[in-house]
């Protein structure tokens, strides 16, 4: 089991809190005595903090075990009703607005939908949103909340060039606008701000597959694709947080013949060939709703024309991006994950993993293709994990190596 080492030194109180609290959701629950091994620290200082922390709602006594050697032990673990945090996710689709409780578990989820992330519809909705999250949590639990985590695409005035005349004009306005300031003007909870795509890697690496996984790149589809980078057991942001940007990888060379001229074709990015943008602009040209790509009703066979020719480029797309993250990064795996149909979703990964067995490894390692574990609230929840990261765990590197997110 691995050693979550405390300090014995006086000053330590809060990290040592810390360090006892991370130790516990790690190991489950465990008494005082395991607990003074795993953290190194002795057992004078673990009772002291167990108390304070018992004091504080944050743990709870389970039933004492019997039957071993020398006194029952009553193992601790965490209180889920001990602490609260909101995600808040801004969506190029839709709003959502979650509440998750100490153990990062979804008690709470409201969700809004429009056709583009316009600022007069998205800031009155956010508010609309907390409110609602307050009446439903009530007071009391209200007070255990420990902040807001907002997740957004970067720079989302620029998506609307790739959402239609009506989108670019009306999403112009997010250049002159700081959410975070928007949303830290609605409550007097602190506000955390993470990438949409990194704040669902964050989903992944706490609540999913990061606990066996420590190298793996994150890839979500969307609206459009994205994705996260994870080295080590830690996301990695990069200087200007665009580490594991998925969705701008070129896919394809430009032509020879064309390189130099004035209408020269740019290379296609995996965004412009593996989001569900794509599929969704495929309905709506057969007369069909855009949103049945986060239905299982998409997989019917009437609509295989569509969806058959969209996989195929789209594992195509994401089966040559992995190739070329796999010899930059060395990575264990490629986990997949999105807020399509969870059918759809499948197959994609089927397919990708096909995909994959066309392109040659020699010399580099192959990573398996693997299903994210959180699914299509990755991004609202990975919000929700920042706020609870930043009170109660011993320092920013443990999810997040750099300083800020923003």
């Known amino acids: 089991m691995k050693t979550?080492?405390?300090?014995?030194?006086?000053?330590?109180?809060?990290?040592?809190?810390?360090?006892?609290?991370?130790?516990?959701?790690?190991?489950?629950?465990?008494?005082?005595?395991?607990?003074?091994?795993?953290?190194?620290?002795?057992?004078?200082t673990v009772s002291i903090i167990v108390n304070r922390l018992l004091d504080d709602g944050l743990l709870t006594k389970q039933d004492r075990i019997r039957g071993k050697i020398?006194?029952?032990?009553?193992?601790?673990?965490?209180?889920?009703?001990?602490?609260?945090?909101?995600?808040?996710?801004?969506?190029?689709?839709?709003?959502?607005?979650?509440?998750?409780?100490?153990?990062?578990?979804?008690?709470?989820?409201?969700?809004?939908?429009y056709p583009y992330p316009s600022p007069t519809e998205v800031?009155?909705?956010?508010?609309?949103?907390?409110?609602?999250?307050?009446?439903?949590?009530?007071?009391?639990?209200?007070?255990?909340?420990?902040?807001?985590?907002?997740?957004?695409?970067?720079?989302?005035?620029?998506?609307?060039?790739?959402?239609?005349?009506?989108?670019?004009?009306?999403?112009?306005?997010w250049e002159h606008i700081d959410l975070v300031k928007e949303v830290q003007a609605m409550s007097a909870l602190p506000v955390e701000f993470a990438k949409d795509t990194t704040a669902a890697c964050v989903a992944e690496l706490v609540q999913g597959l990061g606990h066996d996984v420590p190298n793996f790149l994150y890839i979500f589809v969307g609206t459009f694709v994205g994705g996260g980078l994870v080295m080590d057991g830690h996301i990695v942001n990069g200087p200007r947080g665009n580490a594991g940007a998925i969705g701008s990888m070129p896919i394809g060379m430009q032509p020879l013949a064309s390189r130099g001229k004035a209408n020269s074709h740019t290379p296609a990015q995996l965004l412009q060939l593996a989001s569900g943008w794509q599929l969704e602009?495929?309905?709506?040209?057969?007369?069909?709703?855009?949103?049945?790509?986060?239905?299982?009703?998409?997989?019917?066979p009437a609509f295989n024309s569509l969806t058959q020719a969209w996989l195929t480029q789209a594992a195509t797309a994401l089966a040559m991006s992995a190739t070329s993250a796999a010899a930059l990064l060395d990575l264990d795996a490629v986990v997949?994950?999105?807020?399509?149909?969870?059918?759809?979703?499948?197959?994609?990964?089927?397919?990708?993993?096909?995909?994959?067995?066309?392109?040659?490894?020699?010399?580099?390692?192959?990573?398996?293709?693997?299903?994210?574990?959180?699914?299509?609230?990755?991004?609202?929840?990975?919000?929700?994990?920042?706020?609870?990261?930043?009170?109660?765990?011993?320092?920013?590197?443990?999810?997040?190596?750099?300083?800020?997110?923003?």
């Open 281 to 300: 602009q495929a309905l709506m040209a057969a007369g069909h709703d855009p949103l049945l790509v986060q239905q299982d009703a998409i997989m019917d």
């Open 336 to 406: 997949v994950d999105g807020s399509l149909s969870p059918k759809l979703m499948r197959t994609l990964i089927e397919q990708t993993e096909r995909s994959l067995t066309q392109f040659n490894f020699d010399g580099i390692h192959q990573p398996q293709v693997m299903a994210g574990q959180v699914g299509s609230h990755a991004r609202a929840l990975g919000g929700a994990l920042l706020p609870l990261h930043a009170q109660f765990f011993p320092d920013k590197d443990i999810f997040l190596k750099q300083d800020s997110l923003r």
């Open 123 to 173: 800031l009155p909705k956010i508010k609309e949103g907390l409110q609602l999250m307050h009446m439903r949590m009530g007071p009391e639990r209200w007070q255990r909340t420990v902040g807001i985590g907002l997740s957004a695409p970067l720079a989302m005035h620029q998506w609307g060039d790739l959402m239609g005349q009506d989108a670019q004009t009306a999403m112009a306005d």
């Open 4 to 44: 979550m080492r405390g300090s014995n030194h006086t000053g330590m109180r809060q990290f040592n809190e810390r360090t006892v609290l991370r130790a516990i959701r790690h190991a489950g629950a465990i008494p005082k005595a395991d607990l003074a091994r795993l953290t190194q620290l002795s057992s004078q």
């Open 70 to 113: 020398g006194q029952p032990s009553v193992p601790l673990s965490i209180n889920p009703d001990g602490a609260y945090s909101i995600g808040l996710q801004v969506g190029r689709r839709s709003l959502e607005v979650v509440v998750t409780d100490f153990l990062g578990q979804m008690r709470h989820q409201w969700q809004h939908i």
